[in-house]
């Protein structure tokens, strides 16, 4: 069990460009979940998945964003057009199902100058 | 409904004492309730959790004392070490989906 992973760990881009993120999760999880956490605040959260479908995204998601998880494994999420506001750091977190526990990756965290 | 409220903001603990945080939420349908803890620049790492049919749950130096009623929990960590010096969040969930987290309480134990 290698845990929730994360690529690339810090991103660093100019405003109005593309940036896209990858979460592995635990091999045996089905379920997996996109949060944003700002400096000295809670993670938020974005959206999740069920296997490949995606369940639920929070109003935080606006049109520049969208997560996939194709094949119900690894996912992505991608920021379109990107702005200062969207500085900070992107967790990702896997579980099953039916448990409840949520593991965490390490971040990625996107600077946006 | 969704808020889940965290105290204190910061708290300074000498090595072997109690640390203890708070946390309340309003939504009576949350089921799950976990603590986390979290170093700079590291994800959050699941630390304990209870469910709403018991009131207290211990795991080593850490305890999580749970009043449905008053829809009120709490973390005790006994014993505080310098390396439990972290930022500590609670959080809620509704039939094992996302996690509504506290403000973060960030935690310092004095040698």
């Known amino acids: 069990d290698t845990g929730v992973s994360q690529d690339p760990r810090h991103k660093i881009t100019k405003r109005g460009q593309n940036v896209t993120f990858r979460c592995d999760p635990i091999?045996?999880?089905?379920?997996l979940y996109w949060y944003r956490q700002t400096l000295g605040q809670g993670p938020e959260f974005l959206t999740y998945f069920q296997n490949e479908a995606q369940l639920e995204k929070s109003r935080l998601l606006s049109d520049r964003f969208s997560a996939e998880r194709p094949k119900g494994s690894f996912s992505t999420l991608e920021i379109q057009r990107t702005e200062q506001g969207d500085s900070a750091m992107y967790l990702c977190?896997?579980?099953?199902?039916?448990?409840?526990?949520?593991?965490f990756g390490p971040g990625t965290r996107l600077t946006v100058t | 409904q969704q808020q889940v409220k965290q105290s204190p903001q910061s708290l300074i603990v000498q090595k072997g004492g109690i640390s203890i945080i708070n946390c309340a939420y309003e939504n009576t349908a949350f089921d799950y309730f976990p603590w986390y803890q979290q170093f700079p620049g590291k994800g959050p790492a699941l630390l304990i959790a209870?469910?709403?049919?018991?009131s207290e749950k211990k795991e080593g130096r850490f305890t999580i004392s749970f009043n449905k009623s008053a829809k009120q929990f709490s973390l005790h960590i006994m014993d505080s070490q310098p390396g439990d010096s972290a930022t500590y969040f609670c959080?809620?969930?509704?039939?094992?989906?996302?996690?509504?987290f506290g403000q973060g309480t960030t935690l310092q134990v004095k040698p």
């Open positions: 959080a809620a969930s509704r039939d094992t989906g996302k996690l509504i």
């Open positions: 977190a896997s579980s099953l199902a039916a448990a409840g526990e949520q593991y």
């Open positions: 091999s045996e999880h089905n379920r």
């Open positions: 209870i469910r709403p049919d018991v």
